[in-house]
């Protein structure tokens, strides 16, 4: 038998201001979860706690699409101890003619991670051409803050 119980809080405004658009989110999630069978080796209730900040400005001049960003994620695993990751991630994107260029710093408690993403298009018999080095970043519930940094870094 299961006891599982979710709630979440989602905040989100848009400001509109002559080229620029500005948009603020936030979005929080907590569930509690608890196992009641004899295969559980916990036995109390287990915690996970999420919470993402996000502000966005995008705007266009001369027609050329940018976007600059910052996020903040923090996590949280409550058991009979609580473990609990953040980091902080910049970005940005820019779209000029065939160009896609895109970067994003991630910052956590240890190091910063450095990503990029340029892609050419161009319609030659569907010719595209891509450097990119991309993080991936993954919704972790219950690992250990090292291995974490081995999955961020792509190294394990």
């Given at each position: 038998?299961?006891?599982?119980?979710?709630?979440?809080?989602?905040?989100?405004?848009?400001?509109?201001?002559?080229?620029?658009?500005?948009?603020?989110?936030?979005?929080?999630?907590?569930?509690?979860?608890?196992?009641?069978?004899?295969?559980?080796?916990?036995?109390?209730?287990?915690?996970?706690?999420?919470?993402?900040?996000?502000?966005?400005?995008?705007?266009?001049?001369?027609?050329?699409?940018?976007?600059?960003?910052?996020?903040?994620?923090?996590?949280?695993?409550i058991l009979d101890s609580t473990?609990?990751?953040?980091?902080?991630?910049?970005?940005?994107?820019?779209?000029?003619?065939?160009?896609?260029?895109?970067?994003?710093?991630?910052?956590?408690?240890?190091?910063?991670?450095?990503?990029?993403?340029?892609?050419?298009?161009?319609?030659?018999?569907?010719?595209?051409?891509?450097?990119?080095?991309?993080?991936?970043?993954?919704?972790?519930?219950?690992?250990?803050?090292?291995?974490?940094?081995?999955?961020?870094?792509?190294?394990?």
């Open positions: 038998m299961f006891d599982n119980r979710i709630t979440s809080l989602n905040y989100f405004w848009k400001k509109l201001l002559g080229p620029f658009s500005f948009e603020v989110s936030m979005d929080q999630f907590m569930q509690r979860y608890k196992s009641i069978h004899s295969l559980s080796f916990y036995e109390n209730p287990r915690f996970l706690n999420r919470s993402v900040y996000k502000a966005e400005l995008t705007s266009s001049i001369n027609q050329i699409p940018i976007l600059l960003g910052f996020s903040k994620n923090d996590r949280a695993t473990v609990h990751i953040g980091w902080v991630n910049f970005y940005s994107n820019l779209k000029w003619s065939n160009l896609n260029l895109s970067t994003s710093v991630t910052k956590d408690e240890h190091q910063f991670l450095y990503d990029y993403n340029l892609i050419f298009e161009k319609k030659i018999k569907s010719l595209n051409i891509t450097l990119s080095n991309t993080l991936n970043v993954l919704d972790i519930q219950i690992l250990s803050k090292n291995m974490i940094i081995c999955i961020l870094q792509n190294i394990c």
